[in-house]
């Protein structure tokens, strides 16, 4: 019906206001998709974590391996594509032009993303709703018969609707689309990006209860004197990133040289079980894990590991930097093996556990007095800057997502020198030189 009705006034707009209109809707369907795939991951992780205390007793490093084996399956016999790396493929499509998305998609991503998710793989969400939100915007577009350039635009807000709406984050949301997808940075397309990251991760807000994800506490101000181990953290991180990217890149060399589909899958949901009986914080999205650590709240990290029968501090020490070495291995099983999800929030996870590793092994060492949670917060930016190379993205998702813009400053000190180190250890391309005609 509303579709209808902008049909009969599109005549009667201005381009602008056109664009304006379309992009408030796409950002009140991408916060209610948001929503709805979050409910559906806690619903599906929730009935199947009732199921194993109801009396079945499947162990619980069996789960992801189910999950990527039923992704693989309903991609193939009931929506009839393969399994989509959500954040790579509305990348792929920009570039490509390919901006006709089929309106399955609208819907499939978070079906998709549920089971993968929900059966405990080691990603994230942002993928499933980047990609709903970007076929939002496409399917809107043609619906309205809108040309090219307004449906690269409308493409471009869904996707950064998305993300504004999974993390209520709507600064992080519209710079992951000038950032990472590179929309044009013309006026309408900025305030039309703009209106929708807002309107989107607003409908998230008030869906989910007027409540942050990830909630920190700031009683403790800002120290000075933390700048040079703040500093020191950065150069980490950066050296992490290149780790991480590394992994990630070698595990999904791997697994495609690996020809049957349903072989992957086994394979990599192996990998994730593998993980998870090591380090179980790895289980599933992990925000509730990060939410525990950037409170100093670490007792609970030990919970089911192989190292719960150690004591002391390096006990911990030793978890963290198994955990952060794992993650990639995790993730990259999770999105290449067959698996829908994301690679955004394993980033914040990995980092979070960075810089509980850094200040638990700072404090170790030289008795410095850091705190835990700060450290692990500041190392979520850190690392997610150096991975994703989207470094204001990475300051303001971080401080959007838990309300913590008390901590800016340190957070962008940390992204800055984490992008300058990763940049450092990473090789340049060598230049093709123009043949000569």
């Known amino acids: 019906m509303l579709s209808e009705l902008l049909q009969r006034e599109k005549g009667h707009l201005s381009q602008v206001a056109l664009a304006n209109i379309i992009a408030a809707l796409v950002g009140v369907l991408c916060g209610l998709s948001a929503c709805v795939l979050k409910y559906c991951i806690n619903f599906v992780a929730k009935l199947v974590m009732e199921y194993l205390h109801a009396g079945f007793h499947w162990p619980l490093v069996v789960l992801p391996i189910i999950g990527i084996v039923l992704t693989v399956a309903v991609c193939k016999y009931i929506l009839g594509y393969s399994p989509a790396h959500g954040t790579k493929k509305v990348e792929d499509a920009l570039k490509e032009g390919n901006l006709k998305m089929r309106r399955s998609l609208m819907y499939s991503s978070v079906l998709t993303g549920s089971i993968t ?8 969400g942002e993928g499933p709703i980047a990609y709903t939100g970007a ?6 577009a043609q619906r309205l018969g809108l040309g090219p350039d307004l449906m690269r635009v409308m493409v471009g807000c869904g996707a950064g609707a998305g993300i504004a709406g999974i993390f209520k984050a709507p600064f992080a949301g519209a710079l992951y689309s000038i950032e990472v ?12 990006l703009f209106l929708a990251v807002v309107v989107a991760s607003l409908t998230a807000y008030v869906m989910s ?7 920190m506490d700031q009683s403790v ?3 000075w004197h933390w700048l040079g181990w703040i500093a020191l953290l950065g150069i980490i991180c950066g050296l992490y990133s290149r780790y991480y990217e590394f992994s990630m890149a070698w595990l999904a060399r791997l697994l495609a040289k690996i020809g049957n589909i349903w072989v992957r899958a086994v394979t990599s949901g192996c990998i994730i079980s593998a993980c998870v009986v090591l380090c179980p914080a790895l289980f599933g999205e992990g925000y509730d894990v990060i939410g525990h650590i950037i409170n100093s709240d670490i007792d609970r990290v030990l919970s089911g590991s192989v190292l719960n029968s150690l004591h002391g501090a390096w006990a ?18 999770t999105n290449n093996g067959g698996g829908v999800a994301g690679t955004f929030a394993p980033t914040l996870f990995a980092g979070c556990f960075v810089g509980l590793f850094y200040a638990l092994t700072v404090n170790a060492l030289f008795d410095a007095h850091l705190i835990v949670g700060h450290f692990a917060f500041f190392g979520m930016a850190g690392a997610m800057g150096g991975i994703i190379g989207a470094p204001l993205m990475a300051i303001f998702l971080v401080c959007e997502m838990s309300g913590s813009f008390g901590y800016f400053l340190p957070v962008a000190i940390c992204v800055a020198i984490s992008m300058g180190m990763k940049r450092l250890c990473t090789p340049s391309k060598p230049q093709t030189t123009p043949t000569a005609r």
Do not use: Q, Y
């Open 209 to 215: 209860g007027f409540t942050f994800d990830i909630l």
């Open 316 to 333: 911990l020490i030793s978890l963290a930097a198994l955990t952060m070495l794992l993650k990639a291995f995790a993730c990259s099983a």
């Open 221 to 223: 101000p800002f120290d």
């Open 117 to 124: 998710l929900g059966f405990g793989g080691s990603a994230g």
């Open 135 to 140: 076929a939002i915007g496409s399917n809107i």
């Open 181 to 192: 997808l590179h929309i044009e940075l013309t006026n309408p397309a900025i305030l039309a």
